[in-house]
């Protein structure tokens, strides 16, 4: 059925009242099923192991997050997270389809087939959504470095990373926003909102270092990707920035010793890939 | 404000002269098939009319994101993922239409919100139904919200214009969500056999409760004539009804499935489709909070509520706190 | 006036004091922004970031404004006629009025 052309008793007419606050067009952006298209892979092993870490961060934090869909604070949250959510999703399927395509393999053989330690996410994106204060924190910790990252990453020898990135960025730019908007608004807000916050932050920040730690493949990257130990120095400098507007502070709490990167993750991992892939792995060989 | 008296179905008023003014004025919109608007003179059956059913509708939306929801995080691609997210956060969005809609009577949204998780509203009794497999995400999709457009359409020309303007809006975002529903299903009705068992099976559990969402027989009613009367509701329950089934009776050979209705026919001399009897004992059961999941989704919106609170809350005293500052500046 | 005006009811309560406002979307360069309907939020800077996730997550607008409902003047309905009586019956004000110059070019 369409509700755009009329069949009989004129049910489908709209009216022009409200047709041009109401417009509605595709727009213009890069796509994943546009970078499956493409006939360029990434040139070395390396560059797609890179895009896969990317891939699996943006997913397994989407991943997360989609769970505040119908439980969120107030119905405009709801829908606030809900497109965080998908522009994360999004990240991560041009990342992955990107990665994939060094391997033969799609974004989907990567999401649902792989096991555990062949998962690259950061234990940060694995940490559980616990309260509002807890997503936000994660968020705002998160949004400043995929900002910061993003934003090198225009400037990648690799123009479907530095591609990907440009559309991400926009995109970042936003969640990075609605972050500080939060953490301003719980900070200051009542007793409560900045206790919850304090506990929000001393909880995820051990999880902070491993945002940061260069690994071997690095140096095989020159010139396509920053160094993740580059990107810290800017991103205290920013983070302090919001929480002192905020009236919090970075805690005085030890880092985790975390290797995402080489397969060694939380013990959440593998309660949210059981959950994300069970349907997919009842079925091998199906489409959908 | 007037005294109205119920007699026979029909309104009179003990009226004000103002009252009768405005009446008559009410009543000249409405004969012209125009629109009233938020501050119009409106009898006050007609507010409290539209008042339930577009909360109603509201909360129908915001209860229906629960079903979806749930598969979410198990969707079976990310390409479907997506679209799943995309529709369920529509939802939401469409709930804050009708909210925002409902609110120009003079009912605020807390209200409302209240009402609902007090159990003192309705809401659409088919999100009482639990979404067990995947393959229901393509019957929602395809049979539910089918009939939520089918019945939704005609309601774009409703005689209340935020209603209708909400309307146009829903109905223009959720052409895609019945498209994603079929698609769904086609998928695995040209999968293999265990995804084409689970199709039937989700189609066979939602054919009827989707053809109960029109409502009661026109017979058994009350509301719809007052309602049409108004220019509210255009097409009787089972015009509308029977209009549907004669859509996905013809898009189900796509599908190369079947509909749970061994009665299902055209009647020519009637131009009518003949369904099956629909079991309304069990339909008014789930009315009354006897479906296999009315606990479950009120108490998931209740705790949605009270854990929001401390947030609500504190953006709020964030507001004061940031106007206090700027006066004291001024 | 013997109505209520709805719109001026106590909608500041809502939501724990997040007060409802009217959101107002460009849909492209050269238009005018035109009402798409309201929300709720706790202060303005929310408000338009809700706007924008509420009502262009289509690419409906290239611009959006919002305004607390309360702050909203409007015309009395029920002088509706004494309102607008005025500009009827003066079709001097429309290019239509003039018939005599009809069919001369450019004017």
């Known amino acids: 059925m369409s509700t755009s052309t009329g069949t009989d008793h004129s049910l489908d007419s709209f009216g022009d009242a409200t047709a041009s606050a109401t417009r509605v067009t595709p727009g213009n952006a890069l796509r994943p099923e546009d970078i499956a298209l493409q006939d360029t892979a990434p040139a070395t092993e390396a560059i797609a192991q890179y895009a896969l870490r990317l891939g699996d961060d943006a997913l397994i934090y989407a991943q997360r997050n989609a769970h505040w869909v119908s439980r969120g604070p107030e119905l405009e949250e709801d829908i606030a997270l809900g497109n965080i959510t998908l522009d994360q999703l999004g990240h991560a399927r041009s990342f992955l389809t990107y990665a994939g395509k060094k391997w033969g393999k799609t974004e989907d053989d990567l999401a649902y087939w792989r096991e555990e330690e062949e998962f690259t996410s950061l234990h940060l994106v694995e940490q559980p959504n616990g309260d509002f204060a807890e997503t936000t924190v994660r968020g705002l910790f998160l949004a400043i470095y995929q900002h910061l990252l993003y934003t090198r990453l225009l400037e990648s020898s690799d123009r479907t990373l530095a591609a990907i990135s440009a559309k991400a960025l926009k995109e970042v730019d936003y969640h990075l926003e609605h972050a500080e908007l939060w953490t301003l608004r719980l900070g200051q807000g009542t007793e409560e909102s900045a206790r919850r916050m304090r506990r929000a932050l001393e909880k995820l920040w051990p999880y902070v270092e491993e945002l940061f730690q260069d690994e071997p493949l690095y140096e095989e990257l020159e010139g396509v990707a920053p160094r993740p130990s580059s990107l810290r120095e800017e991103w205290d400098a920013r983070l302090a920035d919001i929480l002192e507007r905020a009236g919090l502070a970075v805690p005085e709490v030890p880092y985790a010793m975390c290797f995402g990167r080489r397969g060694e993750h939380s013990e959440h991992l593998g309660y949210i890939l059981a959950e994300m892939q069970v349907l997919a792995r009842k079925h091998p060989g199906a489409t959908w | ?330 | 006036m013997t109505m209520s005006t709805p719109q001026d009811a106590q909608h500041n309560a809502s939501s724990a004091g997040w007060p409802l406002w009217e959101v107002f979307v460009r849909s492209s360069r050269g238009l005018s922004h035109v009402h798409a309907g309201s929300l709720h939020a706790p202060d303005a800077e929310m408000a338009v970031r809700n706007a924008r996730d509420l009502y262009t997550r289509r690419n409906e607008g290239v611009s959006l404004w919002v305004v607390r409902s309360t702050d909203i003047m409007t015309s009395d309905p029920e002088a509706k006629d004494a309102m607008f009586e005025s500009p009827k019956g003066k079709d001097y004000r429309h290019a239509t009025y003039y018939t005599k110059s009809e069919g001369v070019k450019h004017l």
């Open chain 2, 1 to 330: 404000m007037a005294v109205h008296q119920e007699t026979g179905g029909h309104l009179t008023a003990v009226q004000s002269p103002e009252d009768a003014e405005g009446q008559a004025r009410f009543d000249a919109i409405i004969a012209e098939d125009s629109r009233i608007e938020p501050r119009d003179w409106m009898p006050e059956a007609y507010r409290k009319s539209l008042t339930r059913q577009m909360s109603q509708h509201a909360h129908s939306e915001i209860i229906g994101m629960q079903p979806e929801a749930n598969w979410i995080t198990r969707a079976p691609s990310l390409k479907r993922k997506s679209i799943l997210i995309a529709k369920v956060q529509d939802e939401a969005g469409h709930g804050l239409y009708l909210y925002s809609a409902t609110e120009t009577l003079g009912t605020d949204r807390d209200t409302l919100n209240d009402q609902l998780l007090a159990g003192r509203a309705k809401y659409s009794s088919i999100f009482n139904y639990p979404a067990r497999t995947w393959a229901d995400m393509g019957a929602i999709g395809w049979l539910v919200d089918g009939a939520a457009i089918a019945n939704q359409v005609p309601l774009c020309r409703a005689s209340y214009g935020p209603y209708g303007r909400a309307m146009v809006r829903i109905c223009k975002e959720e052409s895609f969500h019945q498209r994603q529903g079929f698609e769904i299903l086609l998928e695995l009705a040209n999968g293999t056999e265990a995804q084409r068992k689970m199709a039937q099976d989700a189609i066979n559990r939602f054919y009827a409760p989707a053809l109960m969402m029109f409502g009661p027989s026109d017979n058994d009613s009350p509301n719809s004539k007052q309602s049409m009367a108004w220019n509210v509701k255009r097409f009787s329950n089972d015009d509308l009804r029977q209009r549907f089934v004669g859509m996905i009776a013809e898009q189900v050979k796509v599908l190369g499935l079947t509909l749970p209705d061994p009665e299902l026919r055209y009647d020519e001399e009637t131009g009518q489709w003949i369904h099956m009897e629909l079991d309304w004992d069990e339909f008014n059961r789930v009315i009354k909070g006897g479906g296999p999941c009315n606990a479950q989704r009120m108490a998931r919106r209740r705790e949605a509520h009270e854990e929001g609170a401390w947030v609500r809350e504190a953006a709020a005293a964030y507001a004061r706190k940031q106007q206090e500052q700027k006066e004291q500046v001024a």
